[in-house]
């Protein structure tokens, strides 16, 4: 792990993702107001990545076109000066080159990288009995029970090329398996993928890692032998156990990521009412442990960033 593992915590809110749909939480920003709006206030909170997907206006359908992203984002670049993360996973239902257009369109400073094909079973969400604003909701989320989250070695090749090497854009490599890791050791060593390398552990997706805290110990004492002093990582669970997982890994000397792309609750039994709620309650957490959240600025010196002017909005 980087030498100052123990200094400036790097806070990420993912605000709205491709996982929940409208009718799980009156809060999950959908609209392009509402996703600007909670990403503004969520980094006047402490947010120092925002980390975005886009939704279709009319229905809140996961989106990955330009045009949904063009209706958001550059009131965010104007409002604040986080670093803006655009994903590239979209939603495992669509295909990569569509998953793409977005950071190809926009060359955000950072993009995310999903580090392997998995299955990302959200179906079980279905179960529960609940009066389904739009009809593509119910379909959508029983229909990944026959789903593969395709990345493979040749798609995270096109992504490192075309994004990094050509747009200079620094990845989120979203690890959701022991097996994601070796994967970036072998871009690494292809020299496709650049030092410092910020790693996202991601726990609690069927189909990927558990919550379970000895996991992330496992992973860290990896990470050390395959990349030593050349790594950073981050910690995002799905569900209830973000806090939790997100505590250890501040306390473990690593940085964390929340909001409700990953989480709709603030407590058991509690929706949270916006992302900024769950990025101060992360925050006081992180602080209480004495670790100071980093600014977008000493996040960008961190992990080598092009700079926010290059947004190309
Ligand atoms: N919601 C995370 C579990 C991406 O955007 O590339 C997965 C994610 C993937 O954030
Ligand atoms: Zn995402």
């Known amino acids: 792990m980087l030498d100052d ?3 400036k915590i790097i806070l990420t809110c993912a605000v709205t993702g491709s996982i929940h749909t409208p009718s799980m939480s009156p809060y999950l920003p959908w609209k392009p107001a509402d996703i600007a709006e909670q990403s ?81 079973a959200l179906y079980p969400m279905a179960e529960k009995p609940r009066d389904w604003l ?29 994004l990094g090497q050509e747009r200079g854009a620094r990845f989120e490599f979203e690890c959701y398996d022991v097996g994601h890791l070796y994967m970036l050791r072998h871009f690494a060593d292809r020299g496709l993928a650049r030092p410092p390398y910020f790693i ?24 050390d032998k395959l990349f030593g002093a050349d790594y950073l990582f981050s910690v995002l669970a799905a569900g209830r156990h973000q806090m939790p997982m997100a505590a250890r890994a501040a306390e473990r000397g690593g940085h964390v990521r929340v909001g409700l ?38 996040a960008r010196a961190m992990l080598g960033l092009k700079g926010a002017d290059k947004l190309a909005v």
Do not use: Y
Request: one cysteine or more; hydrophobic letters at 45%.
């Open 5 to 7: 593992a123990m200094s």
């Open 40 to 120: 503004v206030e969520a980094a006047r909170a402490g947010a120092t990545i925002l980390h975005l997907h886009a939704r279709d206006p009319g229905n809140g359908r996961p989106s990955a076109a330009p045009e949904h992203f063009a209706q958001f984002l550059p009131r965010i670049a104007r409002e604040c000066d986080a670093v803006i993360n655009i994903s590239t996973g979209g939603s495992a239902i669509m295909a990569l080159e569509e998953r793409l257009r977005p950071a190809l369109r926009f060359c955000p400073e950072m993009c995310s990288l999903n580090m392997g094909s998995m299955n990302f």
């Open 134 to 162: 739009f009809d593509w909701e119910e379909p959508f989320l029983r229909g990944t029970d026959d789903l593969v989250f395709k990345n493979t070695p040749r798609d995270i090749a096109g992504i490192l090329t075309r």
């Open 200 to 223: 996202q552990f991601v726990f609690g997706v069927l189909g990927g890692m558990g919550p379970d805290p000895e996991t992330l110990d496992h992973l860290i004492m990896l990470a």
């Open 261 to 298: 792309e990953d989480n709709l609750m603030i407590a058991r039994g509690q929706l949270a009412g916006s992302n900024a709620e769950q990025v101060r309650h992360i925050r006081e957490i992180v602080e209480g442990m004495g670790r100071d959240v980093a600014t977008p600025a000493e």
